[in-house]
C-alpha cells in the first residue's frame, strides 16, 4: 500500500533523451549562448584535425 504524500512508480515523470539526432540547439538564446556556440564548434574542429594528424614523437 502507497502512504499518503508518497508517488507511485506509475505516476513518475519519464526521463527523456534527445539523442544525437536532433543537432544544435536552434532555441532562441543570447550572444552568451551563441559565443559558446562557437567556441564548441571551433573545439570540435580542432580536436578532429589533430585526430587525424599523424603522430610525430
Same mark, same amino acid.
Given at each position: 500500500?502507497? /502512504?499518503?504524500?508518497?508517488?507511485? /512508480?506509475?505516476?513518475?515523470?519519464?526521463?527523456?533523451?534527445?539523442?544525437?539526432?536532433?543537432?544544435r %540547439?536552434?532555441?532562441?538564446?543570447d550572444?552568451? %549562448? %551563441?559565443?559558446?556556440?562557437? #567556441?564548441?564548434?571551433?573545439?570540435? #574542429?580542432l580536436?578532429?584535425?589533430? /585526430?587525424?594528424?599523424?603522430?610525430? %614523437?
Open positions: 500500500m502507497v /502512504s499518503p504524500g508518497t508517488k507511485d /512508480s506509475s505516476e513518475e515523470g519519464t526521463i527523456v533523451n534527445p539523442g544525437t539526432i536532433e543537432g %540547439d536552434t532555441s532562441v538564446g550572444e552568451g %549562448d %551563441d559565443a559558446n556556440e562557437l #567556441r564548441f564548434d571551433e573545439e570540435e #574542429r580536436i578532429k584535425e589533430q /585526430s587525424l594528424r599523424p603522430e610525430t %614523437d
